[in-house]
């Protein structure tokens, strides 16, 4: 009887491991009805790290793509395709969606950008655009959105904001994008209060709210009472809220998740550049290039700014809103120190884009050490 | 000494999640069954709460919405490993795998949904104590309830006449089925409570410590609930200290990291995971420990006869 039971068993277990990988295998939905009488329709494609329903960075690319069809109508079709893994496998999800007739195709990830090389060296009818990424080629080109302005700008909240001059901020992973934007939040807090000092928890994820609580809960115990958090999820700012302090809404408008704690929402919002690609490769514009876009295209906002935030405070930070729209803010202009008091920006001189990238110091006010730095 | 009394107190509410569900797979295995799905069952249980919570507006239904979930599920693998005898390890880990998937696909509208304000608790004279207040005494009910929950199932299993049996079950079922006892609703009922307890720490998860939903947010807990029943060698008092170690660990690896001590997050995150392998390998090297208090019919299949 045994062996029998125990091939059976076997059995059973493949049935399910192979059903549960075309479970867990990327769902493809055709949002617009496809229409034969039309085969005119540009297609665009998505392809996304994780579900729709994350509440935070693939939802914000979904609405972008939602309002992209809303721009253009029925001049294009777009399709999406969610929880695309990044590695191998999306080599594989890009060739299928170009296979399909899409000719432009987003990847939303920086894991993503090996596989759209290797994809476009070989579809060169096809344009790919990759978010975050630095690697180009002739039909592949880059975007980001400048999260720091958001940053620097829910720090100015912070900074006036708070009674004990000690934020904190739930870090994810320490990659220059998250330690730039946790000095340009200190930074912004700074240009209102100079006394500031900004504590730093590292979770090591993009997305764990049980682990996101506890750092916040951690931050919290040690005397802070604004929280920021470069983490995907809402559970930083529920934090806050449980425990009557300060917090801040990241990459969508949170406000609803911390109604007492929220104090303002840093979003992204990808429609202007999703709609730009579009018309660029539509209209035959399209060239290689990297885009980074801020509050000046539209791209980086603060919402839903707290009725607790005094009218003077709002105000500064319109004004910074406004500087940054036209150009005249500068976030990044020195003299900056770093936190051992080392310049690492001379007076006057002003940041490029390639000195952003490369961040991997703290600047003078944060409490804390890049991990893995000297 | 403020932040330190804070850091007691989350610590306590860190270790409650690993504690009931600790102890409802300490039930289990008293009674020699394995239970590997409780990562699945606390996933599913963490859905079920947090979508009552959402729908009732009650945590109390959310609690019990979870426990029920729990208390089902670990029926279903009851069925199938006490009477069908099926082999406990590979059903539990599809429980798990179940678990995880079902509760990703059912919860899809939950992710955007919140629940109303979270209450706040605190034992009225105990709470103005200075530091013992705020280490102990401004916690969430279910905290205290899981730690009368270890006193409560460590008198049943010592003290109790059911409790022996429950025991001897785990022991030898084959003897116990002599002497006349209804094995396998036994073992049944002592899966279902089991089940059932990890069911209340999935909700808790999901309706008081991170009052939200998303896939898969139960994060490895139930595993390592599953490591603190070896790691406390089958003792309902052990499961309590090894939970609270654990939640310890956790959060004093945010507490440095904050107070600007230079140790690799990375290293502290897989602290927990490092204590229970260490554990493990401690207790395995002395034989005589482990069997002093392992069930000895853990895992195996009953066939009673005639």
């Avoid at chain 1, 290039?289 to 700014?305: H, N, Q, R, T, Y």
């Avoid at chain 2, 239970?35 to 599913?44: Q, W």
Wanted: charged residues 15%.
């Amino acid at each position: 009887m045994r062996p029998s039971r125990t091939s059976l068993l076997c059995k059973l277990v493949a049935c399910t491991a192979v059903a549960a990988t075309a479970f867990i295998g990327c769902d493809k939905k055709k949002e617009a009805p496809a229409e034969p009488a039309k085969p005119q329709a540009f297609k665009v494609a998505f392809a996304y790290v994780g579900p729709v329903g994350d509440g935070g960075w693939t939802f914000a690319h979904d609405n972008a793509r939602k309002a992209l069809e809303k721009e253009l109508g029925d001049k294009i079709q777009t399709t999406f395709v969610e929880k695309v893994p990044e590695g191998a496998d999306a080599e594989r999800v890009f060739r299928d969606l170009a296979s399909q007739g899409n000719t432009l195709i987003f990847g939303t990830t920086f894991g993503y950008m090996e596989p759209m090389l290797k994809a476009a060296a070989d579809l060169k009818n096809v344009k790919f655009e990759h978010a975050t990424g630095y690697k180009t080629a002739e039909n592949l080109r880059t975007y980001d959105s400048r999260t720091y302005e958001g940053a620097y700008m829910a720090g100015v909240l912070a900074g006036g904001m708070t009674k004990t001059n000690t934020l904190g901020v739930v870090g994810s992973i320490p990659i220059p994008e998250v330690i730039r934007n946790i000095n340009s939040f200190t930074l912004g807090a700074q240009s209102v209060n100079p006394r500031i000092k900004t504590k730093v928890v590292w979770v090591n994820a993009w997305f764990d709210p049980p682990k996101e609580t506890e750092a916040a809960q951690s931050l919290l115990n040690q005397g802070v009472d604004v929280l920021m958090q470069n983490t995907d999820s809402s559970a930083v700012l529920q934090a806050a809220e449980k425990a009557g302090k300060y917090g801040i809404g990241w990459d969508s408008d949170m406000h609803a998740y911390g109604p007492k704690a929220h104090l303002a929402s840093a979003v992204a919002n990808w429609a202007p550049y999703y709609i730009k690609a579009t018309k660029d490769a539509m209209e035959g514009k399209w060239t290689t290039g990297k885009a980074w876009w801020g509050v000046k295209e539209g791209a980086i906002d603060l919402v839903s700014i707290s009725d607790k935030v005094p009218a003077d405070l709002k105000a500064k930070v319109e004004k910074v809103k406004a500087g940054l729209k036209d150009g005249s803010h500068v976030i990044w202009q020195g003299p900056i120190q770093d936190n051992t008091g080392k310049e690492v920006l001379a007076k006057g001189k002003v940041a490029d884009d390639e000195w952003l990238g490369g961040i991997k110091f703290f600047v003078k006010g944060v409490d804390a050490k890049v991990p893995g730095g000297k | 000494m403020e932040s330190w009394a804070l850091q007691a107190a989350a610590t306590l509410n860190a270790g409650t999640v690993l504690a009931l569900a600790g102890l409802g797979l300490l039930i289990n295995e008293r009674a020699g069954i394995v239970n590997l799905g409780a990562e699945g069952i606390m996933l599913m249980a963490a859905f079920a709460g947090f979508a009552t919570g959402v729908h009732t507006g009650s945590d109390l239904m959310g609690f019990l919405a979870g426990g029920a979930m729990g208390a089902v599920l670990a029926a279903t693998l009851g069925y199938l490993v006490i009477w069908l005898n099926a082999n406990q390890y590979a059903t539990g880990l599809a429980l798990s795998l179940f678990g995880s998937g079902f509760s990703a696909f059912a919860g899809i509208k939950y992710t955007q949904e919140k629940l109303g304000p979270r209450p706040h608790f605190e034992i009225p004279g105990l709470s103005k104590i200075p530091f013992l207040g705020t280490a102990l005494f401004k916690q969430h009910p279910m905290v205290y309830l899981a730690i009368a929950l270890a006193v409560v199932i460590a008198w049943f299993l010592y003290r109790s006449r059911s409790g022996l049996v429950l025991r001897a079950i785990g022991e030898n079922p084959e003897s116990a089925h002599a002497l006349g006892y209804p094995v396998r609703r036994i073992r049944l009922a002592a899966v279902v409570t089991g089940g059932a307890l990890c069911g209340l720490a999935g909700a808790y998860l999901s309706v008081i410590y991170t009052p939200l939903w998303v896939e898969g947010m139960v994060s490895g807990k139930g595993w390592i609930a599953l490591a603190l029943t070896t790691f406390a060698t089958w003792r309902p008092g052990r499961i309590l200290l090894g939970a609270y170690l654990f939640g310890g660990v956790t959060m004093l690896q945010f507490h440095l990291q904050g107070q600007g001590v230079q140790i690799p997050s990375q290293f502290l995150t897989m602290l927990p995971y490092l204590a229970t392998i260490a554990v493990l390998v401690l207790i395995s090297r002395n034989p005589a420990w482990i069997r002093a208090n392992m069930p000895a019919s853990l895992g195996k299949a009953f066939f009673p006869e005639g």
